[in-house]
C-alpha cells in the first residue's frame, strides 16, 4: 500500500516525528528515535550548538542521511527572532526546512499566531519550507496555507502538558480544510492519544516530552510509533457508526426455529 507522507516535495517514511529536547544525554536521545521509527527529527537551532562542530553536538548523533532534520525555532518571542534563527540555521547548512514556532506567552508557550504568520510570509518569499506550530483554530490555518506554508502544526493541548487532544472538533475541521498535511504538534502525553490524532485523519504527529520524560523513553518511543501505525491503519480502514442500540455479532437469518 502506498501510503507515503509527503511533505513540501518530501517523501517521508513514518508519521511519527520526534523533537530532540529532555532527554538525559545524546546517547539516550539517539536510542530514542531509533526505536520511535521516525524519519523526520526536529532541533532547536537556539538551543542546541548547531554551529561549532568542534564540541560534541547532538547532530553527530542524528545521521542526516538516515534522518531529515527539521530545525525549529522554539524560543523565539518575536517574528523577528524567527526569522533570524530559520536564517542561522540556512546558513549553517542544516535545512530550508523550518518548523516555525513563534510564542506569545511563557507560562503556556501558546503560539503568537499574528507574528507566527509575519514570520512565515517571509520565509515562504525566501524560500523556504515552512511549517508553523499554530493553535487548533481552523481560520489561522487557513491563511497560513493560503501564504504558501507546506503543511499546518496545529497543537493538541499546550507544548508538554500532556493533556492530550482538548479539542478534537477543531482539528478535525483543520484536516477537512486544508489541502497540506496536517500535523499535530505538542500536548500528546500518551500512546492512545496519539492513536486518536490519527483515527482524525492527521498525517502525523510530531512529540518530545511525552517521550523524552517517560519514566522508560525508549520503550515509550516505541509504544509511539506503534500507536501511530494502529490509528493511521484504523483511519484507513475507517471505523464502524456509532449506534445507540445493541447489534447482534452473529446474523439472524437461518437460525433454526
Not at 87 to 116: F, H, Q, W, Y
Not at 166 to 184: G, M, Q, S
Request: net charge neutral; proline share 5%; aromatic share 4%.
Amino acid at each position: 500500500m502506498d501510503d507515503v507522507l509527503r511533505v513540501g516535495g518530501m517523501d517521508i517514511r513514518s508519521r511519527l516525528w520526534v523533537g530532540t529536547g529532555k532527554y538525559k544525554d545524546f546517547k539516550e536521545t539517539k536510542e530514542a528515535i531509533e526505536a520511535s521509527g521516525a524519519h523526520v527529527v526536529t532541533v532547536a537551532v537556539r538551543r542546541v550548538n548547531i554551529t561549532d562542530r568542534s564540541k560534541e553536538n547532538l547532530l553527530d548523533y542524528i545521521d542526516p542521511k538516515k534522518y531529515i532534520i527539521l530545525p525549529n525555532t522554539a524560543g523565539c518571542y518575536t517574528a523577528d527572532d524567527a526569522v533570524r534563527t530559520a536564517r542561522l540555521a540556512r546558513a549553517a547548512g542544516i535545512s530550508d526546512l523550518v518548523k516555525l514556532e513563534v510564542i506569545g506567552d511563557e507560562r503556556t508557550l501558546m503560539p503568537d499566531n499574528e507574528a507566527l504568520l509575519e514570520a512565515a510570509k517571509i520565509l515562504v518569499k525566501e524560500g523556504f519550507i515552512v511549517l508553523p506550530y499554530t493553535n487548533d483554530d481552523p481560520i489561522m490555518a487557513r491563511k497560513l496555507e493560503d501564504i504558501g506554508c507546506s503543511a499546518i502544526m496545529p497543537l493538541a493541548a499546550p507544548i508538554g502538558s500532556g493533556l492530550g487532544i482538548r479539542n478534537p472538533y477543531n482539528i478535525r475541521i483543520i484536516k477537512e480544510f486544508a489541502t497540506v498535511p496536517v500535523i499535530v504538534d505538542a500536548g500528546v502525553g500518551t500512546a492512545s492519544e496519539a492513536a486518536v490524532a490519527m483515527e482524525l485523519g492527521c498525517d502525523a504527529v510530531l512529540m518530545n516530552t511525552a517521550i523524552a520524560c517517560a519514566k522508560q523513553p525508549v520503550m515509550m518511543a516505541h509504544a509511539m510509533r506503534l500507536a501511530v501505525e494502529a490509528g493511521r491503519l484504523a483511519y484507513l480502514a475507517g471505523r464502524i457508526p456509532k449506534k445507540l442500540y445493541a447489534s447482534a455479532s452473529s446474523p439472524l437469518g437461518g437460525m433454526i426455529e
